[in-house]
Structures are given as C-alpha cells and as structure tokens.
C-alpha cells in the first residue's frame, strides 16, 4: 500500500531563517506531486505541484520555492522566511487523475 | 477569485439527524467534484466523490448531488454521528497540461451535537 510522509511536524522558525521541508511518497512510482498551504482559518491553497522529476509548477507567486530531486521526494524550500509565510504545510500525491491523497501536514510558525 | 465557494463556515446538527454541507463553483471546465474530511492537525481525507456527468453518488451514510446548471454540489451524511464532526472540504478538479489540479473551498466545520 501507498503511504505519504512529511517532516519534521511542526517547526518554529524565525524571520529572515531558511525552510526546508521534505515529503516522501512510499508504494508507488511516477506519482503526481503536490504542496498546499492552510493558512488559519482558510482554505487549502496549491502552491506547487510536479508530474515528474525536475519538473516545477508553481501556482502563486511567492516566497517559496520547490524541488523534486527523486521520483518520489518533495522539498519546499524558502531561503527567508516571512511572518505570513506561518501556516500548515500538506503534501499530497495522486496516480494520474484520481484522488489526492494527503500528507499528516507540517505546522510551521514564523516568529 | 474563488473559484469554490462553501459559504457556511460552520454547521451544528443533532446526531441522528440529517447534515446538508453545500458547495458552489463558478468554472465550468471543472468535471470531477471531491469531498475530504479533515480533522485539526492532521492531513485530509478523501471521502466521496462524483463525476460531472453524474447527479448523484452514494457511499453508506455520504451522498453527494451535485446540480451542474446551478454550478452546485452538496454532501448529505446520514444520520449524522458525534465522530463526523470535522471541518469539510469541497474540491473542485480541472485538468492543465496533463496535470490534475484541485481548487479547494474555505471549508465548514461541522459539529455533531449528542
């Protein structure tokens, strides 16, 4: 069976610091990728996502980049945080156009 | 320009009784609607989904309609229960360059009343 995983879980972070956060996908191969932010009381909002390694779409402009250095790996990255980049991080993937399937999420918080 | 909307941001039911959640949408490429459930500090998770040339899915106590003219979708879950209480996401899916793409709604949190 497939499982999703996201690290760390939560992470609290000063302004102006660097982010890195991975997700890894176990159980299948070639998926389609995924990075949404929540921030508190609002949607899921898509940020990136990738059909393949080395490939990047990225939705809205903003602070944040995005990386797929494996089949199955998927960093979010930031080189300076900001305050409004505090929110919860999910990763998800989906096989062709089925279902998405979510991460356990990142709680960052950016003091 | 929010393409899906779920005006309700919260809902109160009884257990045992009926919990309508309603979705609206305003793009008409759209052609397949999800419902997730998502509890605090967790992931989502999917629940039920329908296809744009279906009215109608039905899974155990979850049924979504969904009314293409109206551009409206909702979940009926029935009868409700203390452990649906969760926030509920409408997702609304378009396909760009062979990609999926899923647009979300703001959310409503519904709460089960015993």
């Known amino acids: 069976s497939q499982t999703i995983h996201q690290w760390p879980a939560t992470l609290v972070q000063p302004v102006g610091s660097p982010l890195s956060l991975e997700c890894t996908v176990e159980g299948t191969s070639n998926p389609n990728l995924y990075w949404y932010r929540q921030a508190a009381g609002r949607g899921l909002q898509l940020l990136f996502y990738?059909?393949?390694?080395?490939?990047i779409s990225s939705e809205v402009p903003q602070n944040l980049s995005a990386s797929r250095p494996q089949d199955r790996q998927f960093i979010l990255s930031s080189k300076k945080l900001l305050l409004s980049d505090s929110g919860f991080y999910l990763c998800?993937?989906?096989?062709?156009?089925?279902?998405?399937?979510f991460g356990p999420g990142t709680r960052l918080t950016v003091l | 320009d929010q393409q899906v909307k779920q005006n309700s941001p919260s809902l109160s039911v009884q257990e045992g009784r009926i919990s309508i959640l309603n979705c609206d949408y305003t793009n008409s490429m759209f052609d397949y609607f999800l419902w997730y459930k998502k509890y605090p500090a967790e992931g989502p998770t999917f629940l039920i989904s329908i296809s744009s040339i279906k009215d109608k899915n039905e899974d155990g106590r979850f049924t979504v309609f969904l009314n293409k003219s109206a551009k409206h979708l909702s979940l009926h879950i029935v009868p409700s229960q203390p452990g649906d209480s969760a926030v509920y996401f409408c997702a609304a899916r378009e396909i760009i360059q062979g990609a999926q793409k899923l647009v979300f709604g703001q959310g409503t949190r519904l709460t089960i009343n015993p």
């Open positions: 998800a993937w989906t096989m062709g156009y089925n279902e998405q399937f």
């Open positions: 990738s059909v393949g390694i080395g490939q």
